[in-house]
T-cell receptor
């Protein structure tokens, strides 16, 4: 039982390049989330999808787009990467009701 | 503006003693609180949660206390074990549009349990 799987685990980009981070969950969860974690900070919500077919902005959405491809998959796209987007990105999933979110192991992204 | 705060970046305790990790929040709309544990190069792992209708929740060695009037919660680990050494994140949520369960995280407390 894999839970939440994120690909790739590591990536280095040059400023201005584009990139899509992939996330898939096998727990039949309705809601999916993308967070970023910067050094010395907590996780901050970028975008979320409460259910298949919906997406909404979180705290820090600028510079990102998302796609809820189906119930299992939720991707995060950087159209024109900037050094300020260097971070660790976590995907999570949960049921709609008051249930804890389950996290993937993260994608470590460096933008030069 | 940080809505969830963990003011102690680090904590060291002896094996077998109690570990107490603290968390404060500012948004009175938060109604569900969670603690996550995180090891290096891994994602956060859910530890324990509490709803705002309760003031205490226990799960084995872990107990979370909620003081709504003070907007404060704490995690007690008794007895502490070396395997508990990790970064602990406090998180809070409120019900969002379409029923999402968005989390607001504190900055984390690094717990070191000394054998």
């Amino acid at each position: 039982n894999a839970g939440v799987t994120q690909t790739p685990k590591f990536q280095v980009l040059k400023t201005g390049q584009s990139m899509t981070l992939q996330c898939a969950q096998d727990m039949n969860h309705n809601s999916m989330y993308w967070y970023r974690q910067d050094p010395g900070m907590g996780l901050r919500l970028i975008y979320y999808s409460a259910s298949e077919g919906t997406t909404d902005k979180g705290e820090v959405p600028n510079g990102y787009n998302v796609s809820r491809l189906n119930k299992r998959e939720f991707s995060l796209r950087l159209e024109s990467a900037a050094p300020s987007q260097t971070s660790v990105y976590f995907c999570a999933s949960s049921q709609i009701t008051r249930q804890p979110q389950h996290f993937g192991d993260g994608t470590r992204l460096s933008i030069l | 503006d940080q809505q969830v705060k963990q003011n102690s970046p680090s904590l060291s305790v002896q094996e077998g003693r109690i570990s107490i990790l603290n968390c404060d929040y500012t948004n009175s709309m938060f109604d569900y609180f969670l603690w996550y544990k995180k090891y290096p190069a891994e994602g956060p792992t859910f530890l324990i949660s509490i709803s705002s209708i309760k003031d205490k929740n226990e799960d084995g060695r872990f107990t979370v206390f909620l003081n709504k009037s003070a907007k404060h919660l704490s995690l007690h680990i008794v007895p502490s074990q070396p395997g508990d050494s990790a970064v602990y994140f406090c998180a809070a949520s409120r019900l969002e549009v379409r029923g999402a369960n968005n989390l607001f995280f504190g900055t984390g407390t690094r717990l070191t349990v000394i054998p």
